[in-house]
C-alpha cells in the first residue's frame, strides 16, 4: 500500500558560521570555498553545501507524524563529473543518499517506504566523512541528508577540489 504523504516546509538558512572546536575544517569552521549549497526554493540548495545547514523538510507517513526529517541538494553533473566534499556533525547519526531526479520524484510522493528501498544506497556519519561521488551519467541529482528522528542541530560540508 502507497502512502499519501504530505511534504512539509520549514525555515532553512545556509550560513558560513563557524563548527564547534575541533571539526574537520582544519581551523574549527566550515572554511569557504565555492560548491553552492545557497538556498533555492524548493531545494535546500544547489551544488555541494558549504558552511551550516539543517533538515528543512519532512514527510509525513499515513498516522500524520512526520517520519522523515530532511533536506536535498541538486546536483547538476556531466557523466563522469566528481563532487568531493567534507561533512560531518556534532555527533547526531546523519543518514545520505544520492538519487536521479525520477527517485526523488517517488521518494517525495512515497515517502518513508521509498528510503526502506534504497537498502546499500544509504550511508551514514555521525562525526566527519569524506565524501567523494562520481556521476554515472549527465543529468539531475538530488545528494539527500536525512534522519528518522528529530535532529535540529546544524550539519557542516566543506567543498574539497
Known amino acids: 500500500m502507497l502512502c499519501a504523504c504530505l511534504l512539509s516546509v520549514t525555515v532553512f538558512q545556509v550560513s558560513t558560521v563557524s563548527a564547534p572546536a575541533g571539526g574537520p575544517g ?3 569552521g566550515p572554511g569557504g570555498g565555492g560548491g553552492g549549497g545557497e538556498p533555492s526554493p524548493p531545494h535546500g540548495g544547489v551544488g555541494l553545501p558549504s558552511g551550516s545547514f539543517k533538515f528543512n523538510r519532512g ?3 499515513e498516522n500524520g507524524l512526520t ?18 566534499a567534507r561533512f560531518w556533525t556534532s555527533g547526531a547519526t546523519i543518514n ?20 526502506s528501498g534504497l537498502g546499500s544506497q544509504i550511508e551514514s556519519f555521525n562525526s566527519a566523512i569524506s565524501f567523494d561521488w ?3 551519467q ?4 538530488h ?6 528522528t528529530p535532529y535540529s542541530g546544524p550539519i ?4 574539497q577540489s
Open 143 to 148: 545528494l539527500v541528508f536525512y534522519s528518522q
Open 26 to 28: 582544519g581551523d574549527g
Open 67 to 84: 517520519c522523515v526529517y530532511y533536506t536535498d541538494f541538486l546536483l547538476t553533473a556531466n557523466a563522469g563529473q566528481q563532487f568531493k
Open 96 to 115: 545520505y543518499t544520492i538519487v536521479t531526479q525520477t527517485e526523488f520524484t517517488s521518494l517525495q510522493q512515497t515517502g518513508c517506504s521509498y528510503l
Open 156 to 159: 557542516y560540508g566543506l567543498p
Open 59 to 61: 514527510l509525513t507517513g
Open 138 to 141: 549527465t543529468g539531475q541529482y
Open 134 to 136: 562520481t556521476a554515472p
